[in-house]
């Protein structure tokens, strides 16, 4: 009896090791068609681009130029860092020649990058943030990268990608990639959300947590308070009914990929309002907002404006900001009160 224990131990730690994140959508999909092998395929690739940018990042103390600001503006007129480019180059390099994905669109691009030789079958679109929360750089702090992939939508014979102006729902999956401690991958197909974590003796990412589920209500609030000024009233009454109460902590890493794992796994919520000079905010819907909205509905939490879901809102450009309000069902809801008055609701004093 013993050494059959033994046995299914050493089975089931094999099989673990054996999920990769390539197998794991296709076990998902319950498909080996060529949709899913694309899919399946496309992840892989995605996995790659944050393998190349981990280890640029695990050695970027002891190389010469890789932290710091690169001298240039993006589109959104914010200086790029040096790893930003890197980052982006990087994910433009492995799906090169991959005849999987025909476009290309990046917060650090004006417009986006066409793979010509890849357009006659690759029919999918990659957008991404190559590396959000670049100002943890400097200060060896973690940081991400967020991706989303969208099914092509007719010729785009303007170059204009205009298909990709619609709604958080036609993304087909989306997830990020966290540089911390551990480096890990967390996607949605819109069926569970997933993590897995990079074992570097494998050189795979490895399944750690199947089907997360975001508590429908947590302690934590993570936003950045020293904007409060600059918010409307009702969002600063929020703040006061949090230092209020009992049973709240604040959290705030000033990375929005680190701040947004912690809450998927323990609950709360996150917030990046808008200010009175800028209503729009600062997050990109397209890039930033709308990926990780995709993978908090899919793990049973909410994603909102303060007055509208994240996935409804329709882009009229590709690099669109919004305010983002996301987390436990809760607790957005309870934001999203405040939002929609100037007064602090009675149900809630």
């Given at each position: 009896m013993a050494d059959t224990h033994v046995e299914a131990v050493e089975e089931r730690a094999l099989d673990r090791d054996c999920m990769t994140l390539s197998r794991h959508v296709l076990q998902q999909l319950q498909s080996f068609g060529p949709d899913a092998q694309d899919l399946s395929a496309i992840m892989n690739r995605i996995a790659l681009a944050g393998k190349l940018v981990s280890r640029h990042l695990s050695r970027s103390g002891l190389m010469e130029n890789v932290l710091g600001f690169a001298g240039t503006t993006n589109i959104q007129g914010e200086s790029v860092k040096k790893m930003d480019i890197y980052a982006n180059d990087v994910f433009i390099s492995v799906f090169k020649q991959s005849g999987l994905v025909c476009r290309l669109a990046s917060e650090e691009m004006e417009n986006p990058y066409y793979i010509p030789e890849n357009c006659p079958i690759g029919r999918y679109t990659l957008l991404y943030d190559p590396i959000d929360g670049s100002s943890n750089l400097d200060a060896n702090l973690n940081v991400g990268s967020i991706f989303a992939i969208r099914q092509q939508e007719g010729m785009d014979l303007d170059g204009e990608a205009k298909d990709l102006l619609q709604n958080g729902h036609k993304q087909i999956a989306a997830g990020y990639i966290l540089y911390g401690p551990s480096t890990m991958l967390v996607y949605s197909i819109g069926r569970g959300v997933h993590a897995f974590?990079?074992?570097?003796?494998?050189?795979?990412?490895?399944?750690?947590?199947?089907?997360?589920?975001t508590p429908q209500h947590g302690s934590i609030y993570s936003v950045n308070e020293g904007n409060f000024w600059q918010w409307d009233e009702p969002m600063?009454?929020?703040?006061?009914?949090?230092h209020r109460h009992e049973g709240y902590t604040a959290r705030y890493g000033g990375a929005l990929v680190g701040d947004?794992?912690?809450?998927?796994?323990?609950?709360?919520?996150?917030?990046?309002?808008g200010t009175t000079k800028k209503p729009e905010g600062k997050l990109r819907l397209l890039y930033e907002s709308a990926p990780l909205a995709f993978l908090m509905e899919h793990s049973g939490g909410r994603a909102s404006t303060g007055t509208q879901d994240i996935l409804d809102v329709v882009p009229e450009k590709?690099?669109?900001?919004?305010?983002?309000?996301?987390?436990?069902?809760?607790?957005?809801?309870?934001?999203?009160s405040f939002m929609q008055s100037s007064r602090q609701p009675s149900s809630v004093k």
């Amino acid at each position: 009896m013993a050494d059959t224990h033994v046995e299914a131990v050493e089975e089931r730690a094999l099989d673990r090791d054996c999920m990769t994140l390539s197998r794991h959508v296709l076990q998902q999909l319950q498909s080996f068609g060529p949709d899913a092998q694309d899919l399946s395929a496309i992840m892989n690739r995605i996995a790659l681009a944050g393998k190349l940018v981990s280890r640029h990042l695990s050695r970027s103390g002891l190389m010469e130029n890789v932290l710091g600001f690169a001298g240039t503006t993006n589109i959104q007129g914010e200086s790029v860092k040096k790893m930003d480019i890197y980052a982006n180059d990087v994910f433009i390099s492995v799906f090169k020649q991959s005849g999987l994905v025909c476009r290309l669109a990046s917060e650090e691009m004006e417009n986006p990058y066409y793979i010509p030789e890849n357009c006659p079958i690759g029919r999918y679109t990659l957008l991404y943030d190559p590396i959000d929360g670049s100002s943890n750089l400097d200060a060896n702090l973690n940081v991400g990268s967020i991706f989303a992939i969208r099914q092509q939508e007719g010729m785009d014979l303007d170059g204009e990608a205009k298909d990709l102006l619609q709604n958080g729902h036609k993304q087909i999956a989306a997830g990020y990639i966290l540089y911390g401690p551990s480096t890990m991958l967390v996607y949605s197909i819109g069926r569970g959300v997933h993590a897995f974590t990079l074992d570097p003796s494998l050189g795979e990412f490895i399944l750690s947590t199947e089907n997360i589920q975001t508590p429908q209500h947590g302690s934590i609030y993570s936003v950045n308070e020293g904007n409060f000024w600059q918010w409307d009233e009702p969002m600063r009454e929020y703040i006061r009914y949090v230092h209020r109460h009992e049973g709240y902590t604040a959290r705030y890493g000033g990375a929005l990929v680190g701040d947004f794992h912690r809450i998927l796994f323990q609950g709360g919520v996150f917030l990046y309002p808008g200010t009175t000079k800028k209503p729009e905010g600062k997050l990109r819907l397209l890039y930033e907002s709308a990926p990780l909205a995709f993978l908090m509905e899919h793990s049973g939490g909410r994603a909102s404006t303060g007055t509208q879901d994240i996935l409804d809102v329709v882009p009229e450009k590709l690099h669109q900001r919004t305010p983002l309000v996301i987390g436990s069902t809760e607790d957005v809801a309870l934001v999203e009160s405040f939002m929609q008055s100037s007064r602090q609701p009675s149900s809630v004093k």
